[in-house]
T-cell receptor, first 115, second 110 residues
Framework: GAVVSQHPSWVICKSGTSVKIECRSL??????MFWYRQFPKQSLMLMAT?????????EQGVEKDKFLINHASLTLSTLTVTSAHPEDSSFYIC???????????FGPGTRLTVL | SQKIEQNSEALNIQEGKTATLTCNYT??????LQWYRQDPGRGPVFLLL?????KEKRKERLKVTFDTTLKQSLFHITASQPADSATYLC?????????FGTGTRLQVFP
């Protein structure tokens, strides 16, 4: 079964609204989760590293005030896209690592479409 | 600059043949490299991990090689099947983060 879940699987919103995406680790506790974004026919680009109980670490070029990350528990990280614009339309994927096996598990992704 | 390159063009092969996909990188020194499968509209699925001190790793019909001198990994699928059709991504470790290549689309036809 799934090890990492995401909700919602897809969302359509109007420009200017905020959208929250949840990522849950179902099988083990995850002190660290990673958020990626993938545009059509492109690679996965790391956006930020979500750390339980502390601030997220953002990659260069990713606006921390636009992409709010909260990792309040060992099994849940949320990504909120604030004031979404059409150029934020993308496939957002979270992932976490089972450290005992060095295996990385990806969520099924969330397709965001901003009109 | 740092780059991870995979064949951007799709690879089309006949069922039963061996598919070989290439991943080349520049200006990275990864402790390990991973291969993933991604189907359209889905998240990547982990296939294999190979560490810098390993030259080859196998899992069923899959084989991965890792040459840190050439800065290259090869991914082989033997006895390929139409169900193997997907995009295959290589990803390498960089300061505890996973950096992905652009992927190669594999199409196996009957």
């Amino acid at each position: 079964g799934a090890v990492v879940s995401q909700h919602p699987s897809w969302v359509i919103c109007k420009s200017g609204t905020s959208v929250k995406i949840e990522c849950r680790s179902l099988d083990f506790q995850a002190t660290t989760m990673f958020w990626y974004r993938q545009f059509p026919k492109q690679s996965l680009m790391l956006m930020a590293t979500s750390n339980e109980g502390s601030k997220a670490t953002y990659e260069q070029g990713v606006e921390k005030d636009k992409f709010l990350i909260n990792h309040a528990s060992l099994t849940l990280s949320t990504l909120t896209v604030t004031s979404a614009h059409p150029e934020d339309s993308s496939f957002y994927i979270c992932t976490t690592v089972r450290t005992s096996t060095d295996t990385q598990y990806f969520g099924p992704g969330t397709r965001l479409t901003v009109l | 600059s740092q780059k991870i390159e995979q064949n951007s063009e799709a690879l089309n092969i006949q069922e039963g043949k061996t598919a070989t996909l290439t991943c080349n990188y520049t200006n990275y020194s990864p402790a390990y490299l991973q291969w993933y499968r991604q189907d359209p509209g889905r998240g990547p699925v982990f296939l294999l991990l190979i560490r810098e001190n390993e030259k080859e790793k196998r899992k069923e019909r899959l084989k991965v090689t890792f040459d840190t001198t050439l800065k290259q990994s090869l991914f082989h699928i033997t006895a390929s099947q139409p169900a193997d059709s997907a995009t295959y991504l290589c990803a390498l470790e960089d300061t505890d983060k996973l950096i992905f290549g652009t992927g190669t689309r594999l199409q196996v036809f009957p």
